[in-house]
């Protein structure tokens, strides 16, 4: 397995270069001058757009634009924003804030939803199978910012359980409910993922021959069968990583969390692509990483499963 990820990180180098220099080439042919509307109600004068073009190296093929950019990215120095503040200072202060409303919305996503679609595939056809399955169903049939919307409402407004809006430390507590609604939709495809698994699974010759040997049915489930029912679920957690950090620009605006969603919408109202080249960088990073992950984590709940 050793050999494996390291070829997998090798495979990686191609792809992230790919898709950051796509990144950089298609943020900077948008229409429109990024400087032309920096002068209030006033247009700028073509002296000011053309200096500030020079000094943030517009002037310049997109080849030598996208290796400067990937030199200052290895090197850690993202240079400033169009107001001459450090992208990478405006990063640190709001990534670890998104990092871990992402952390906590997997595993809101991964612990509720195998857990629900567990229970719904074992108890196929029952009172519990069918609450889970309309909830779910309930779910995936809302909108994330109506999710969001509705929960600040009832639990913030009417019920005075939570705050409104988060602090601008982002405690934990107050991103529970944040996490909740960011996970929703995963989560509900999940428990359906994890339910139609379990109930083709239970089927198989390999649980009917652990029933048959006599194993209690605890054994039958957590190793037998829950073994190979969480690879579908696992597979779509990990391709989902990256939705959910780009999906966190609206439950940061619903919830004024200062994390890197509230960063990029306020980068791309300003047509500042500074911060907003970095951010969608970023995110691919933690996409790939994310699918290597899942793709080694195979192995171990899938002893047939070999890497060479």
């Not at 169009?82 to 906590?104: C, D, H, K, Y």
């Not at 609604?181 to 359906?192: E, G, I, K």
């Not at 194993?215 to 957590?222: E, I, P, T």
């Not at 791309?268 to 969608?280: E, K, L, R, S, Y």
Request: proline share 5%; charged share 15%.
């Amino acid at each position: 397995m050793g050999r494996y990820a390291i070829r997998r990180l090798l495979q990686l180098i191609p792809v992230l270069l790919g898709t950051t220099f796509l990144i950089n080439y298609m943020v900077w042919q948008l229409p429109g001058d990024p400087f032309a509307a920096r002068c209030g109600q006033r247009p700028c004068p073509d002296a000011y757009i053309n200096a500030m073009r020079a000094e943030f190296g517009l002037d310049q093929p997109i080849i030598v634009q996208y290796w400067h950019f990937l030199k200052n990215l290895l090197t850690g120095d993202l240079g400033v924003n169009f107001n001459n503040v450090s992208v990478a200072s405006q990063l640190a202060e709001s990534w670890p804030i998104t990092v871990r409303l992402g952390l906590m919305a997997v595993a809101i996503e991964a612990v509720i939803g195998i857990l629900a679609g567990v229970l719904s595939g074992l108890k196929r056809g029952g009172f519990l199978d069918n609450v889970i399955t309309i909830s779910t169903l309930i779910l995936l049939s809302l909108p994330v910012f109506v999710t969001g919307f509705l929960l600040q409402w009832l639990l913030g407004v009417q019920l005075d359980l939570i705050r409104p809006t988060v602090s601008d430390g982002a405690p934990f507590v107050e991103l529970i409910v944040p996490a909740f609604v960011l996970a929703s939709l995963n989560l509900a495809f999940t428990a359906r993922l994890t339910r139609t698994s379990i109930i083709e699974n239970r089927r198989s010759d390999y649980v009917r021959t652990a029933i048959a040997k006599g194993l209690s049915n605890r054994r039958v489930v957590g190793v037998h069968l829950l073994r190979n029912s969480l690879i579908p679920a696992l597979t779509f957690i990990g391709t989902e990583v990256g939705s959910l950090m780009s999906g966190a620009i609206i439950t940061e605006g619903i919830y004024n969390i200062n994390g890197i969603g509230g960063l990029l919408w306020r980068a791309v109202n300003d047509h500042d692509f500074t911060i907003v080249v970095p951010i969608a960088s970023l995110l691919v990073l933690v996409y790939l990483l994310a699918n290597l992950l899942v793709d080694l984590l195979y192995g171990v709940l899938d002893p047939r499963i070999r890497y060479e």
